[in-house]
């Protein structure tokens, strides 16, 4: 459901017929941000008294992550009483889970085990929600939310970690609760909140009454509630459109929802996101407080999308049930592609934004976006080929690098169905999901109950194992032997469909194996295999014949995928150097994205005099021509050069850059790990002739997740006119493993030069100083070394109540506030200070967030026996890293 890093903890499942029943009186205690249950359940033939206890899993500290990334509030379950249908106490321990995809850490007193044989048992249970600013679980000033288990459910026989569907009916104790509204799915009878069929787990959300109000709507076969923060009317309005032609779309290909009534709740948390459950989604606050930032009604498609997807879920992976851990595309890309194709419903096309939107910013500021959906995905498709991932659509979550597991399960599964509506066309493949939703709502199946399905309804097996079971990246191609054009699908069985363009006419077949086609070459046109992008195709520029190249010079050439074509542009650039000088380039460049780009053209090179004191004086200006290359093989190195040569004037200037970084499946206490690149390497040369020239070189190393340390360095050696100097800058920042507030972090710093060239205030502003000319500017902003320690004296976040738009250009959210003691040695001097740090969260269009810091220190040097004040826009390093984390 969410498409986030996010664990989603259910474990293996199964069809069942018969399911325990629960009956919950439910007591809500904002004050204490937790919830009191009596519940009562009764067992069905077959069912053991085990319990498994959702919250508890999250309820401990992870040992592979650093408390920078974690927050001291956590969920539990206290299980309070135990008793049967008479109120007598029973025999009950509290175990740990066994869980081959949980860590152990997690596992610890996560399941009741009673000791009964009776088939009513009555436990009273008080679990709590997080005390943060989170998305799910979470209490957070006017809003308590929890989807799945807050209350103890039924372990499964087979040991693993699933949400049964079961039916359930919840009494909501109103005593003392003056200032919340329940919001709660299923049927209002005699006091209960009823199931409508059996729910896979009760969501509960309370929203502040004079905080939140309710939009009610009939649709044709629902009512919707869209629960939304008073001034958002118009956002809920918008929503409420959005969910209506979903719901229409999906009842239509699937058929009508047991339920009667859907809520929408705006959840607070930045993002644009959603998270579905039974009866209800929540809808990230990034669509509504900034979704019109800057230019309103830009994002409604990718609004509509993802309003879609999570409405899916009601019929895919909540009403048919799946493992959310061994199985989870049978969840996701079923929702991912039932929203993918309510976009062509609705839109005629699968836009990313709304990128008609008659204003003179949409085209600069969607300029570098994917066109369409289909475009986005396929960047998470071509990824996989680039970072050398090759995991089956089926694969657990524990096969995965978790960072991966959604471009598996979401993108490269939804590709897979559609391959599957290549084959049996869409409207007999939505008729075959429909008939798929009838046999096994509220049920579980397997993935082999999946296949069999697929199998028992025409589709061959090998085709159902090439899709969903084959791990090889998937590269059909188009080659020319023998007079005859072949269509090679890589020794796969993937539906794949062809389009042949000749003189006469345009051919379409969809085929399931390789193919040769006969005919005489100057009849063709074009050749495009897959030209919807509807298989996990991982290269597409071998799809078509001839090859596609684009050009923005021109037009009508100019919107294919750089994922099919290779292009040629005409690309300007300019580059500010410093005061004194500035290049502008302009160059016809040849790329294929995103491994080269060659290019040739033209640049220019003003240059002022030193000793200029007019903005109009006459400016010296070299030009010539310009050469331009990138290669990027894998996304571990990446190398840039470029070579501007002025004949006439005797001026060259060569630059060359190198990153280099090691990848690295990383540990950090999930199902699987992920896989980064934290130790990289760079360096590079600036060469103007043999007498003027600059080398550098470096390194970065973050273990933020694992130890909280960060490191990095730098070498640089200049020669200019034959005067040699050199720099070494080194620095380091590390966070205590505890959520203390007090003393939790530090960072170092150092660098030495054989010359004064460094700035020991590193961009701090003076703004008081008695005498003129600025006696700490003079003494400390060229210095030959320094050495610093600072020290994060105390630290605190301050939630905003509401995100607030400044203009409509931004939004301001959480501040947070650090108290720093600093000290610098330089130069034989010393320097004390103090720093506070005000850092507000800044969010922009599709909530992008920037943390912007502004420092305001105070210095004092013992050896000139002065004190001052500086202004910044930038703090020290570990100061920095929180804010951009927290």
Known sequence: MKKVLLIIMVILSFVIVFSAKYTIDLTFLPDEAAVWGNMTVELENGEKPQFILYPNLDSKDNPYLNALFESNSKTKMEILTVTDEKNEPLDYTIGDYNSKYLRKYQLKNSVLLVKTDKRKIHIKFKTYFVKMNGADNVAYQDIFIWR????????????????????????????????????????????????????????????????????????????????????????????????????????????????????????????????????????????????????????????????????????????????????????????????????????????????????????????????????????????????????????????????????????????????????????????????????????????????????????????????????????????????????????????????????????????????????????????????????????????????????????????????????????????????????????????????????????????????????????????????????????????????SFDYINKFQEFNVDLLFALSQKLDIGLPSKILTGNKAFYGGLKLFDLENYYVYTGFEVSELFNSGLYTNGSYYFMNEDNEYNYGIIGNAAYFFDNYSKFFNSFSIEAAYSNAEMFNALNGREVIFDEEFPNTFTFEFSKVKYYYGLDVELFHQTFYAENRLNVYNLFSLGNVNISLNALYKYTDEKNLLGTSIVLSPKLYFLTDSMIPLNFEFAGFYSPELNKYNLTLSLTTTLNVAIRNLIQ
């Not at 598996?408 to 391959?419: E, P």
């Not at 007079?483 to 090679?488: A, E, G, P």
């Not at 077949?509 to 996990?536: A, E």
């Not at 290019?599 to 109009?616: I, N």
């Open 148 to 643: 799945f288990g807050w209350y103890p459910m039924i372990l499964p026989e087979n040991g693993g970690y699933v949400l049964k569907a079961h039916n359930i009916k919840v009494r909501f104790n109103s005593i003392n609760n003056k200032d919340y509204i329940p919001v709660f799915s299923g049927k209002y009878i005699d006091g209960y909140y009823v199931s409508e069929g059996k729910f896979r787990s009760f969501p509960i959300v309370f929203v502040k009454k004079n905080v939140y109000n309710e939009l009610k709507l009939k649709a044709r076969d629902y009512e919707i509630s869209i629960w939304y923060k008073k001034g958002q009317e118009q956002r809920a309005a918008v929503m409420a459109t959005h969910v209506i032609k979903a719901l229409e779309i999906h009842t239509e290909n699937y058929g009508k929802l047991k339920y009667s009534h859907i809520n929408v709740v705006q959840d607070p948390y930045p993002g644009m996101y959603g998270m579905a459950a039974d009866g209800m989604f929540l809808l990230g606050d990034g669509f509504f407080t900034t979704a019109d930032l800057l230019l309103p009604g830009l994002t409604e498609p990718l609004t509509f999308y993802v309003v879609s997807h999570e409405l899916a879920h009601l019929w895919f992976g909540i009403g048919v049930g799946v493992d959310f851990f061994d199985n989870n595309f049978m969840s996701e890309a079923f929702a991912d592609y039932s929203a993918h194709i309510s976009m062509f419903e609705k839109y005629d096309n699968d836009p990313l934004m709304n990128f008609y939107l008659p204003d003179f910013l949409t085209e600069s500021l969607v300029k570098n976006m994917p066109k369409t959906f289909s475009e986005m995905d396929q960047k998470s498709i071509f990824y996989l080929e680039y970072f050398d991932i090759e995991n089956a659509v089926s694969d657990n979550i524990d096969e995965i690098p978790y960072n991966f597991a959604s471009s598996i399960y979401y993108i490269k599964g939804k590709r897979a169905l559609f391959s599957l509506e290549e084959l049996l066309t869409r409207k007999k493949f939505t008729e075959l999901l429909a008939k798929y939703y009838k046999q096994y709502n509220e049920k579980d199946p397997s993935e082999e109950e999946f296949y069999e399905f697929l199998i028992k309804n025409g589709v061959k097996k090998e085709i159902v194992y090439d899709l969903f079971e084959s791990k090889e990246n998937f590269d059909p191609s188009i080659k020319y032997q023998d007079n005859h054009f072949v269509i090679d699908l890589d020794n796969k069985h993937v539906p794949v469909r062809v389009q042949v363009i000749t003189k006469e006419a345009t051919i379409d077949f969809v085929t399931t194996d390789s193919t040769v086609l006969k005919y005489d070459i100057s009849n063709i046109k074009r050749i495009d295999i897959d030209p919807d992008m509807h298989t996990f195709d991982v290269n597409r520029r071998n799809n078509h014949y001839p090859v596609i190249i684009k050009s923005n010079l021109i037009p009508e050439n100019s919107n294919y995928s750089d994922y099919d074509s290779y292009s040629i542009n005409f690309e300007t650039d300019y580059e500010p150097i410093n005061i004194l000088e500035s290049k502008s380039t302009a160059y016809l460049a040849f790329e294929a994205y995103p491994y080269y780009s060659l290019g040739v053209g033209y640049f220019s090179l003003m240059k002022k005099p030193k000793d200029f004191y007019s903005w109009f004086d006459k400016k010296l200006i070299y030009e010539g021509i310009y050469f331009i290359g990138k290669y990027n093989p894998s996304p571990w190195l990446s190398l840039s050069s470029d070579f």
